[in-house]
C-alpha cells in the first residue's frame, strides 16, 4: 500500500483543512491609515503575514487577511507594531457571512 | 559469530542494544530506575564512541517529541524512562504510534505515584496498553539486549514503535553475565532503517500529521486521503501482523545470534501441567521455581511466559491453555476497579474455547513489595483449594497483603 495511505500527510494547499474561518469569534479589521505598509505605500513591514499561524495573510501594500480562512485568533492584532489591527465581535458582522469577496 | 560476555546491569544491556543498533538520535529525561541507561548513552556520545545526537531535553514529553521528530525524517532513534516519566510523555506515545514511527523506548517498569515510590510493578507501561505500541517483556538482562535489538527490526518493518519492558532494580540495577554480539554481528541481522513512510523533500513539501476528519476526503488536488477510522484500522492490522512478525524476528536473530526467546510466550514444564502459572518479565521467572517447587508436592504445574503483551497472543495462549485444569495469573498491575490486566486480556482470549481452564487472578509486587517463589507457591495453593472447592471464578488475590485487622 502506498505510503501516503498509511499516515496522515498531504500536499500543502489552501484550505486543506476546510472553511475555518467560519470558527471564528472576533474578526481582525484593519485600518490603511494606521497600518505602515499600506501608508508606505509599498510592501514593509509585513509583520502580521509574518505572525499568521495559518498563513491566511497576503503580502501586499497593505497585507490581505482573507476571512474564509482566518480563525480569529488575534496574534495579527497583537503583533501589529502600530496597532492598525482592531478585533471585532463577529456578531456586529453578521455572524454567518461569509462572502468571499470581504477580503479586507 | 563473534561474541564477547560481560558482567553488567539491565540498564548496561539496553543501553549497549541501543548502541550495537547504531541509533542516530537519542532524547532522554533522567529518571530512576531506567537513568543509566541514558548516562550510559550520553557517555559513548561523548567519548564519540557512539556517532549519535544525544538531545538533552527538560522532560519526558519534550524526549519523545524530539525522538518523534528526528524519526519522521528518517532516523534510528532510541529513548527510555520509567513510572511517571512514561505517564508524562503519554500524549506522544500516542501520536508516535498513530504517526507510525518505529521508536524503540525502553521501559525500566516502576510503580506509579501517588504516592511516590520508586521500586517495580508493571503498571506503568501497562497503562499504555491501548496506544499502539508493540510491547515486550523480558525476563532477565540478556533478553534484554537480545530484544532491544529485535525491537528495531520488528518496528521498522511494521512502522510501529516498541516499548522494550524490563522490571526496574530487579533486572535494571541487577548484575548478569551478558553475551554481548560485536558489531558485524548484529549489522548482518540488522540492516540501516529503510525509508520512513514520511515524504521529506523540500523540492516536494509535504504536511506532516495534519488533522484527519471522520470521512475520506480529496484535498485541494482532488487525492482522496484515508479517514480517521482507515488510518486507525490499519494501525490495528499492522498491530495483528505483529504477531508473526516477532516470532519472525526472533527466528532471525537465533540464526545470526544463535540465541532465541520464543517470540510471543515461552514456557517452562508446561508440555503436560495442568495448572499454568503465568506472568510477564522476571517475576515469570521467579514463577519456574515455583512450578519446580509444586511439581515436588505431586502438583503438575507449568510457566506460560507473556513476552508480547501487545499484541496481546490470545489464539497462542489459547492453544496452549486448552485442556488445562487452572491457568492462575500473576499481574503486576491492576486496572483499579476490576482485575489485573493479563488476567482480563486472557480471560477474553479463552472465551468459547473448547476446554479452557479457569482462570484467576493475583496482583503482587506492587510498588516493589517483594514476592518469593515460596510466597508464589503459597497463592497457587491458595488457587487449587478455590478450584477444589469447585470455584470457577473468584476475586483477585492479593499476595502479601498485610491490611491491618485482617
Keep these: 500500500m502506498d505510503a501516503g495511505r498509511r499516515i496522515s500527510m498531504s500536499r500543502p494547499a489552501v484550505g486543506e483543512a476546510g472553511a475555518t474561518g467560519q470558527w471564528r469569534n472576533n474578526r481582525p479589521v484593519m485600518d490603511p491609515a494606521l497600518c505602515m505598509a499600506a501608508t508606505a505605500g509599498r510592501v514593509t513591514c509585513q509583520i502580521c503575514w509574518v505572525y499568521c499561524p495559518d498563513g491566511c495573510i497576503a503580502q501586499g501594500a497593505g497585507p490581505a487577511i482573507d476571512l474564509t480562512y482566518c480563525k480569529g485568533c488575534g496574534i ?27 477580503v479586507l | 559469530m563473534a561474541s564477547e560476555t560481560s558482567v553488567m546491569t539491565g540498564n548496561e544491556a539496553a543501553a549497549t542494544a541501543a548502541r550495537l543498533a547504531r541509533v542516530q538520535v537519542i532524547a532522554a529525561y533522567p529518571i530512576t530506575p531506567q537513568s543509566p541507561v541514558v548516562e550510559t548513552l550520553s557517555a559513548w556520545v561523548e567519548s564519540g564512541e557512539l556517532p549519535a545526537e544525544f538531545v538533552a531535553v527538560e522532560s519526558e514529553h519534550s524526549a519523545l517529541t524530539v525522538c518523534i521528530g528526528a524519526s519522521t525524517v528518517g532516523a534510528r532513534v532510541f529513548t527510555a524512562t520509567s513510572s511517571n516519566g512514561l505517564a508524562y510523555m503519554n500524549e506522544q506515545v500516542w501520536w508516535a504510534a498513530g504517526a507510525r514511527l518505529p521508536i524503540v523506548m525502553c521501559i525500566a517498569n516502576r510503580a506509579m505515584a501517588a504516592p511516590w515510590n520508586v521500586l517495580n510493578d508493571q503498571q506503568d507501561s501497562m497503562s499504555e496498553r491501548d496506544a499502539g505500541w508493540v510491547q515486550l517483556y523480558c525476563r532477565d538482562n540478556q533478553e534484554i539486549l537480545d530484544t532491544t535489538v529485535q525491537a528495531y527490526l520488528i518496528a521498522e518493518r511494521l512502522n510501529l514503535p516498541v516499548m522494550v519492558c524490563y522490571d526496574g532494580f530487579l533486572l535494571s ?32 513539501p509535504r504536511n506532516i500529521g495534519p488533522v484527519v476528519l471522520a470521512d475520506p476526503r480529496a484535498d485541494a488536488a482532488g487525492v482522496v486521503s484515508p479517514g480517521y477510522m482507515e488510518l486507525r484500522a490499519q494501525h490495528h492490522r499492522a498491530l495483528l501482523d505483529a504477531l508473526a512478525v516477532i516470532p519472525e524476528v526472533d527466528a532471525a536473530y537465533s540464526a545470526v545470534v544463535g540465541r532465541t526467546w520464543g517470540g510471543l510466550t ?28 509444586l511439581r515436588a508436592e505431586g502438583v503438575k504445574a507449568g510457566v506460560l511466559g507473556i513476552r508480547a503483551y501487545r499484541p496481546f497472543p490470545a489464539a497462542a495462549l489459547a492453544g496452549k491453555l486448552a485442556g488445562r485444569r487452572l491457568a492462575l495469573v500473576f499481574d503486576k498491575a491492576l486496572s483499579y476497579g476490576y482485575d489485573g490486566p493479563i488476567c482480563t486480556d486472557l480471560r477474553g482470549s479463552l472465551l468459547g474455547v473448547e476446554g479452557a481452564p479457569a482462570v484467576f487472578g493475583a496482583v503482587c509486587g506492587l510498588g516493589g513489595r517483594d514476592v518469593s517463589p515460596d510466597d508464589l507457591a503459597a497463592a497457587a495453593r491458595r488457587a487449587l483449594a478455590d478450584l477444589d472447592a469447585g470455584a470457577r471464578t473468584r476475586p483477585t488475590d492479593w499476595v502479601n497483603l498485610r491490611l491491618e485487622g485482617e
Design chain 1, 76 to 102: 495579527c492584532a497583537q503583533e501589529c507594531p502600530t496597532g492598525a489591527i482592531e478585533m471585532v465581535p463577529e456578531a456586529l458582522h453578521g455572524v454567518c457571512a461569509l462572502p468571499d469577496e470581504e
Design chain 2, 173 to 204: 540495577h541487577t548484575m548478569m553475565p551478558v553475551s554481548v554480539p560485536d558489531a558485524s554481528t548484529v549489522d548482518a541481522f540488522l540492516p540501516p532503517r529503510p525509508a520512513p513512510l514520511t515524504v521529506v523533500d523540500p523540492a516536494d
Design chain 2, 266 to 293: 515461552w514456557e517452562h514444564l508446561l508440555d503436560d501441567a495442568d495448572v499454568v502459572l503465568i506472568a510477564a518479565g522476571s517475576l515469570a521467572t521467579q514463577l519456574t521455581l515455583t512450578a519446580e517447587a
